[in-house]
């Protein structure tokens, strides 16, 4: 497969809408120097904290082709490497004496190559997102990727068994180490061979200008729904925190209406409410809450709107 071909079905347009703040350049600038020297990067960070854009962004500086794995509990090693599917049959029909009829057939099994494959052969750069939702035994394929620059095909992938890495190849994952279901513990034997970059939420800048580019609103109205949410985050007790995802949330919604934040307007004030109190699920279920999140959001509204 031509390398054209490759760039032209795996490289999506990545960029599109990203902001970089200084913030965000400094976990770029690092992201990158690690790259560089050939040692994969790991985003770990709760959600909501960008790290799946921040990883595409960072991957497509590279400028070589992207592939996309996204961490599944259901997946096998052969979900990432490739397996045999199938068969190929040829028939050979030979009447080259026309009173003889000689045919020959042969069949022999159809090995197909996935995404980890592709990758590793033809140097392309592997955005592997969450992936501690694969089971550890899926992951363990990377270990001789990442160490070694071989990747075991199983006794399926051709005449040779193994395959040598292309030196281009490079691999960025991301993982959320707060999530209670759906992951699994990470080997250490897999984490020793990442540089991980812990990703937290975003500064004020960072989150308004995300929102404003996102939704399109005015970065004053921007200002005052990031103070709003950012407030109550740093206020409430949930195992899942509101991130710049419910600022961008909200902030569709009024560019949509073409309102503006505002304590006045009860529509805002019931978005706000929808929006940030859908998931009510408290940190520590024993620990006796004083304020309601529906009356704290009530009072940072009066605050900051």
């Known amino acids: 497969m031509a390398e054209e071909g490759l760039s032209t079905l795996l490289e999506p347009d990545v960029d ?22 050939d040692l994969p990067v790991h985003f770990c960070g709760p ?47 030979d009447q080259y004496i026309h009173s003889v009829t000689k045919v020959e057939e042969d069949v022999v099994k ?27 035994e899926a992951n363990n394929t990377l270990l001789s990727i990442l160490e070694e620059k071989l990747l075991d095909l199983h006794a399926g992938g051709g005449e040779d068994n193994y395959l040598a890495v292309h030196p281009k190849f490079r691999a960025i994952f991301t993982s959320n180490p707060e999530e209670y279901a759906g992951i699994h513990k990470a080997q250490d034997a897999l984490k020793d061979r990442l540089v991980t ?29 990031v103070d709003m949410v950012r407030a109550f985050r740093e206020s409430c007790q949930r195992r899942q925190l509101p991130s710049v995802r419910e600022s961008i949330k909200i902030a569709k919604v009024l560019k949509a209406r073409g ?47």
Do not use: M
């Open 197 to 225: 970059i812990q990703v937290g939420y975003f500064d004020r800048d960072t989150e308004v200008a995300i929102t404003t580019s996102r939704s399109g609103i005015a970065e004053t109205d921007a200002r005052r729904l």
């Open 110 to 136: 159809r090995w197909v190559d996935n995404r980890l494959t592709v990758a590793c052969k033809h140097g392309l750069t592997l955005v592997y997102d969450e992936f501690t939702r694969s089971k550890p």
């Open 47 to 93: 959600a909501g904290t960008g790290k799946t854009a921040l990883a595409l962004h960072v991957a497509a500086k590279l400028n070589r082709p992207i592939v996309l794995i996204h961490g599944d509990d259901e997946f096998k090693t052969p979900d990432l490497v490739g397996a045999e599917y199938g068969f190929r049959l040829k028939r050979l029909r």
């Open 16 to 37: 599109s809408g990203f902001v970089v703040t200084p913030y965000v350049a400094d976990l770029v600038e690092h992201a990158l120097a690690y790259l560089e020297a």
């Open 259 to 305: 309102i503006h934040p505002s304590k006045r307007d009860p529509f805002f004030r019931k978005v706000c409410l929808h929006i940030l109190t859908a998931q009510q699920h408290v940190a520590d279920a024993k620990k006796i809450q004083t304020t309601q999140p529906g009356q704290l959001l009530e009072e940072l509204i009066e605050k900051y709107c």
